[in-house]
């Protein structure tokens, strides 16, 4: 929460003294009503207008970022661990996502500020691809592919048949439509098989595309076609 005259001056051109002005003149709403003083307090869910108009209402934004190893996917304080605030960008927007993962994996997060789309990547009902790189430390055997096809329940977990493709020893790529916690380690725990390296390669259309860990790239139109 913020004071009204400080978040006026960081989202229009008024300054914080224009702002009280401008408070103290009945030309600022707070949630439909007119504000008493510059000393409300507001955040990013309070609707502010100035003159009619809101005030902080921003583009949607749609970020890929490739999330290293030993990265906590949550802000704040990590316990000892380093989490998406040493980021600079994220630690300043702080946005939603899709596509948590644990503290030992890597690869692609999805993150926007339009909650909707964020939503939507996260329910399984919509059929949206995650794809991921898994290495193990030994190979499954052909029926125990073919049980992940069709699907597991693990320790009282079910989790939905997936796709499972054995692209050299001990390697596998695994694609899913669904993305419960610690779902591709348990899956392959479900054999007694220890996951070496877990990388997310993909979700939906939206893949690496050569990222290093720790980049970030807006995502296109193309990128984001039947996804919205």
């Given at each position: 929460?913020?004071?009204?005259?400080?978040?006026?001056?960081?989202?229009?051109?008024?300054?914080?003294?224009?702002?009280?002005?401008?408070?103290?003149?009945?030309?600022?709403?707070?949630?439909?009503?007119?504000?008493?003083?510059?000393?409300?307090?507001?955040?990013?869910?309070?609707?502010?207008?100035?003159?009619?108009?809101?005030?902080?209402?921003?583009?949607?934004?749609?970020?890929?970022?490739?999330?290293?190893?030993?990265?906590?996917?949550?802000?704040?304080?990590?316990?000892?661990?380093?989490?998406?605030?040493?980021?600079?960008?994220l630690a300043e927007k702080k946005p939603a996502y899709s596509g948590r993962l644990d503290y030992d994996s890597e690869g692609l997060i999805i993150f926007s500020n339009d909650g909707d789309f964020i939503r939507k990547l996260q329910k399984s009902d919509e059929k949206i691809q995650k794809e991921y790189i898994v290495s193990v430390t030994r190979r499954l055997h052909q029926a125990q592919i073919d049980e992940l096809k069709r699907g597991i329940t693990y320790e009282g977990i079910d989790y939905l048949p997936c796709i499972v493709t054995e692209t050299e020893e001990r390697r596998y790529r695994v694609i899913l439509y669904e993305g419960k916690k610690r779902q591709?380690?348990?899956?392959?725990?479900?054999?007694?098989?220890?996951?070496?390296?877990?990388?997310?390669?993909?979700?939906?259309?939206?893949?690496?595309?050569?990222?290093?860990?720790?980049?970030?790239?807006?995502?296109?139109?193309?990128?984001?076609?039947?996804?919205l």
């Open positions: 929460m913020i004071r009204l005259n400080k978040y006026l001056a960081e989202n229009t051109s008024l300054s914080r003294r224009d702002a009280d002005k401008a408070v103290a003149d009945g030309r600022v709403t707070v949630n439909g009503e007119v504000a008493e003083g510059p000393w409300v307090q507001v955040d990013e869910t309070s609707e502010v207008t100035l003159d009619g108009a809101k005030v902080g209402v921003e583009d949607y934004f749609y970020w890929a970022f490739y999330k290293p190893v030993k990265i906590v996917t949550a802000y704040g304080d990590g316990q000892g661990k380093e989490t998406l605030d040493v980021f600079p960008k591709i380690r348990n899956m392959f725990r479900h054999f007694n098989i220890q996951v070496k390296r877990l990388k997310r390669v993909r979700i939906g259309r939206v893949n690496l595309d050569g990222m290093k860990a720790g980049e970030m790239r807006v995502l296109s139109k193309k990128d984001l076609e039947g996804m």
